[in-house]
């Protein structure tokens, strides 16, 4: 498993935080099913938290993808959609 933490980032009034954590763990994964997931590489587990004012939020994403298990990479991929 690979970790990526991109630090606290401030921006529009207020501070945002991501940690992906990525690995190519699938044995749990069901051949039967495995099967529908050509290219499946990588499990990602992605945590975002905001922080605007006096409250803060967090949010808690996964996602399959048939890129290598190298967070800060796949980190960077995320950033650049939202």
Excluded at 1 to 8: A, H, I, L, V
Excluded at 34 to 55: A, M, P, Q, S
Aim: with cysteine; aromatic share 8%; proline share 4%.
């Amino acid at each position: 498993m690979t970790r990526y933490d991109s630090g606290p980032e401030k921006g529009h009034g207020r501070t945002e935080q991501r940690v992906v954590r990525a690995t190519d763990y699938l044995d749990w994964f069901e051949p039967a099913e495995r099967k529908h997931w050509l290219g499946l590489r990588c499990l990602v587990d992605i945590t975002r938290t905001c922080g605007f004012r006096r409250e803060t939020s967090s949010e808690k994403c996964n996602d399959l993808t048939s890129h290598a298990p190298e967070a800060d990479k796949i980190g960077d991929m995320i950033r650049a959609q939202w």
